[in-house]
């Protein structure tokens, strides 16, 4: 099977700015503290993904996995290192960064499906499959800012979903909805993973990751610890540090 | 770039190339620009030609009836007008811009996409409101006598072309440093304070002429793209009727229109060079 993902000695440092302003500086300065401080969320870490593979990413708060992610999407660029994937990347980092609170439900399915990279043509094509899955009908010509938050996520999800890529990133969202709409996301991955899509599954769900994904990796403080089965992955996050 | 292995690098974008090739993301952003900017208002896109209406009038009255350049300039409304299109294209374009990557910034910060298409979106809107006050201004100038020509159309083209390249490349310069330094969003606005009277637009260029004497100042002065933009327009809507006033027009109006077309293309070029630099770094400041 060919790679779809290759992330190779990646690293990410982040500089923490305290102060911005002029006055502010002076005052640093004199009193001799740092004006900045740099973080080191992602240090030396490499992952190689197959097509149709799917692979949580575990760790605690601040471990560097949704900076991995961003990496991914392209959003963040590596400092040193290189990611790299193949065909359209999408994902689900943050559901409902792209829909617009001023705009119909139908203006943004146009709208954020474009944003995740969708042409005209496709947009069009599963219009009603997105309308269908989103459960929003009658809402259609709503202002979004109108929504339940609910409704608004699904909205989101429903447009991504839609998106057809090769590599489906997943940050915490399968935590959205009702438990019947909670059902419909965990089953659209399932068959997104029989479609032999590759996914990447971020989530503090542990119960979930597993039942999605075959292969677990555990980051700690912007290292990867563990690359194995799931069940593996699981273990070392549980077991005390 | 694409490898032997298919796999390309996320994030890297092909700059305003991108911007071509996703215009259909481009025309819904500049679509969603112009339902959100007018939310909740009455009157809606109208308020777009009252703010220049209204400091037009401003204009007309202080300088034509009271200074009474009225006098000394045929049609001085048109004169006024024709360039006082162009310059509120530029300061909308730009100012906008430059606040389009911040302004943008859930989009910018959570999702890769070509983010160029914020400032070239900005500056579509402002092509949008420039329309219906060229038709206005268009029918002032059929009042005065105007009559289409060949020269009056290359003009207004050629002049619409310099600042529209233009304002898209300082756009993306401003857009993108405005990241790092929201100064930068104060100091367009400073700029837009003085750039109405950078160029011939309340007054005839032959003041300037006097004033300066043939020196390098005056080079300069008319070096300004915006001012040869200015012109053109000028020479495009106001000439035709007012020939009488043909030293109004500085010397060489084409060639240098052409010439700051190139200008503003260098312009251009260098913004998308320096965003291209900065835009990898803008999802962690934001």
Redesign the interface.
């Known amino acids: 099977m060919?790679?779809a993902l290759?992330v190779d000695g990646v690293s990410k440092r982040?500089?923490l700015r305290r102060v911005?302003s002029m006055k502010e500086i002076a005052v640093y300065v004199l009193q001799r503290k740092p004006i900045a401080e740099t973080f080191l969320a992602l240090d030396d870490v490499s992952l190689h993904v197959q097509e149709g593979e799917a692979v949580g990413l575990l760790g605690l708060n601040g471990s560097g996995k949704s900076t991995l992610l961003?990496?991914?999407?392209?959003?963040?660029?590596p400092d040193g290192g290189?990611?790299?994937?193949?065909?359209r990347?999408a994902?689900l980092?943050?559901v409902g960064?792209?829909l617009?609170p001023?705009?119909t439900g139908r203006?943004n399915i146009?709208?954020n499906g474009?944003?995740?990279?969708m042409?005209?043509a496709q947009v069009r094509r599963s219009f009603d499959a997105i309308v269908d899955f989103s459960e929003i009908e009658q809402f259609l010509d709503t202002d979004v800012k109108h929504y339940s938050s609910g409704m608004f996520l699904r909205l989101a999800f429903a447009v991504a979903v839609h998106t057809d890529p090769d590599v489906f990133l997943v940050d915490e969202i399968l935590a959205v909805g009702d438990e019947p709409f909670q059902r419909k996301c965990l089953e659209r991955v399932h068959r997104m993973r029989e479609e032999g899509r590759t996914l990447v599954v971020v989530s503090h769900d542990l119960e979930m990751v597993q039942r999605v994904c075959d292969r677990g990796v555990l980051l700690r403080g912007g290292r990867k610890v563990v690359d194995g089965t799931m069940r593996e992955a699981v273990d070392a996050l549980r077991a005390p540090a | 770039m694409t490898t032997v292995d298919g796999l390309v690098e996320p994030g890297r974008g092909a700059g305003l190339l991108d911007v071509v090739r996703q215009r259909f993301l481009l025309r819904l952003i500049v679509k969603q620009e112009l339902r959100v900017r007018y939310r909740g208002s009455v009157l809606g896109l109208f308020w777009s030609y009252v703010k220049p209406a209204v400091q037009f009038a401003v204009y007309f009255f202080a300088l034509g009836v009271f200074l009474r350049l009225n006098r000394s300039l045929e049609d001085f409304a048109v004169y006024l007008f024709a360039g006082f299109v162009v310059i509120s294209f530029f300061s909308e374009a730009f100012g906008n811009a430059a606040r389009s990557i911040v302004r943008n910034a859930p989009l910018v910060r959570k999702i890769y996409l070509p983010r160029e298409l914020f400032p070239v979106a900005t500056t579509w809107v402002a092509a949008i409101h420039m329309a219906p006050q060229v038709v206005v201004l268009l029918v002032g100038a059929l009042v005065a006598g105007w009559t289409p020509s060949v020269g009056a159309v290359l003009s207004a083209l050629l002049g619409f072309a310099v600042v529209a390249v233009l304002v898209s490349g300082l756009g993306l310069v401003f857009a993108a440093v405005n990241v790092f330094f929201r100064d930068f969003e104060n100091l367009v606005d400073l700029m837009l304070l003085v750039v109405v009277w950078l160029s011939p637009v309340l007054y005839p260029w032959s003041f300037v002429r006097d004033a300066l004497g043939d020196g390098w100042l005056l080079e300069l002065y008319l070096a300004n793209p915006l001012t040869v933009a200015v012109q053109l327009f000028q020479r495009a809507f106001w000439f035709p009727g007012a020939q009488a006033n043909a030293q109004e027009l500085i010397p060489d109006l084409f060639t240098r229109g052409v010439i700051a077309l190139v200008g503003s293309a260098v312009v251009l070029v260098v913004g998308q060079l320096v965003f291209a630099r900065l835009e990898k770094r803008f999802a962690q400041e934001l």
């Open positions: 060919a790679t290759a982040f500089v911005r961003k990496l991914m999407s392209g959003v963040l660029r290189k990611v790299r994937v193949k065909g990347v994902g980092i943050e960064a792209g617009h001023d705009l203006e146009f709208l474009a944003i995740l990279g042409s005209e």
